[in-house]
């Protein structure tokens, strides 16, 4: 089976930096992704991680240790804007999405 | 706007009627994936279609729950005598490399309440 783990919610100022972590429990991996959800929108694609390591993409960056069952996703200069839910989802050894329950950041003037 | 389409966006059903969800997959995309959301959870694997495929439906409930990818059109999820249960936001996401790879891009979603 699969299991995600990420915070239920995170509240951050503008301008600021936020991390979200998530850890995981899968039978295989084969990557992880990080998507961004607006209220009522689409989840929007944001990053992927299949090695070990620092992927950085402009103001957003992730982080994935594979031995650790352990990811980030890095927010920089925090607008607005970034206000929304972060899912973790982890790819096992076929093609599903596991996700985990999201992450809802609030970002404060 | 070459982004993955569904339609329609809101759904309202009596208990009893039947449930149509469409998904457009992107352009070029031949790989269709649909999961449920319920409130307060993460999105769960529904089915995975290629075009006239079921390639694996293990996340679908056994009854009253079909999908469908045709040659032509778009791809179809159809949840017969809905019950207020399947109330929940469906997102179709695709993807134009083998499902082992390539990422998968989100629809809108279509929110079903069932009164």
């Known amino acids: 089976g699969q299991n995600i783990d990420q915070p239920t919610e995170m509240t951050a100022t503008e301008g600021a930096i936020v991390q979200i972590n998530c850890t995981y429990q899968?039978?295989?991996?084969?990557?992880l992704f990080w998507y961004q959800q607006h209220a009522g929108e689409a989840p929007t694609f944001l990053s992927y991680n299949v090695l070990d390591g620092l992927e950085e993409k402009g103001r957003f960056s992730s982080f994935l240790s594979r031995s650790k069952g352990y990811s980030y996703l890095l927010l920089k200069e925090l607008q607005m804007k970034d206000s929304a839910s972060y899912l973790c989802a982890v790819r096992g050894n076929d093609y599903k999405l596991s996700f985990g329950a999201g992450t809802t950041v609030t970002v404060r003037a | 706007n070459a982004g993955v389409m569904q339609n329609p966006r809101h759904l309202v059903r009596r208990r009893g009627q039947e449930a149509r969800l469409r998904c457009s997959p992107m352009?070029?995309?031949?790989?269709v994936y649909w999961y449920r959301q319920l409130p307060e959870e993460g999105l769960k694997f529904m089915v995975y279609?290629?075009?006239?495929?079921?390639?694996?439906e293990s996340g679908m409930p056994k009854e009253r729950f079909s999908a469908e990818f045709p040659k032509e059109g778009p791809s179809i999820l159809r949840i017969q005598q809905v019950v207020r249960g399947d109330s929940a936001a469906y997102f179709c996401?695709?993807?134009?490399?083998?499902?082992?790879?390539?990422?998968?891009?989100f629809g809108p979603g279509t929110r079903l309440t069932v009164l």
């Open positions: 352009k070029g995309h031949s790989h």
């Open positions: 899968t039978s295989g991996f084969n990557g």
């Open positions: 279609l290629q075009k006239e495929n079921i390639i694996d």
């Open positions: 996401a695709s993807s134009g490399t083998s499902g082992s790879q390539g990422t998968q891009y």
